[in-house]
């Protein structure tokens, strides 16, 4: 079964920028789409980014366009999401999952792994 581990969160001002990784173990997760979602306190869990089983194709919520980039290095079994220019709503808690096929959906019901999450908390 794969396990997934998110890493790269933390504090960063507005402005600023971090990069999550997500590394899978105990399998692995080259043919099938990534997703990246995150959940804000009293908020519903949302859909941020996914990215397909090559690469070749991904997607953005409107709120992180231009801003976000996902990519995957199949090779190491991990999954990135570069963040720039971090707004204050983008605080949340942001967890990586892999989905049952090779392309990406918004439901979070399509995705039967999650890893455990990574804080990410941008100050104003």
């Known amino acids: 079964q794969v396990q997934l581990v998110e890493s790269g969160g933390g504090l960063v001002q507005a402005g600023g920028s971090l990069r999550l990784s997500c590394v899978a173990s105990g399998g692995t997760f080259r043919n099938n789409a990534v997703g990246w979602f995150r959940q804000a306190p009293g908020k519903e869990r949302e859909f941020v980014a996914g990215?397909?089983?090559?690469?070749?194709?991904?997607y953005y919520v409107d709120s992180v366009k231009g801003r976000f980039t996902i990519s995957r290095d199949n090779a190491k079994n991990t999954v990135y999401l570069q963040m720039n220019s971090l707004k204050p709503e983008d605080t949340a808690v942001y967890y990586c999952?892999?989905?049952?096929?090779?392309?990406?959906?918004?439901?979070?019901?399509?995705?039967?792994?999650w890893g455990q999450g990574t804080q990410v908390t941008v100050s104003s």
């Open positions: 999952a892999v989905h049952t096929g090779r392309y990406y959906s918004r439901g979070a019901k399509d995705y039967p792994y």
């Open positions: 990215i397909s089983w090559t690469g070749a194709s991904t």
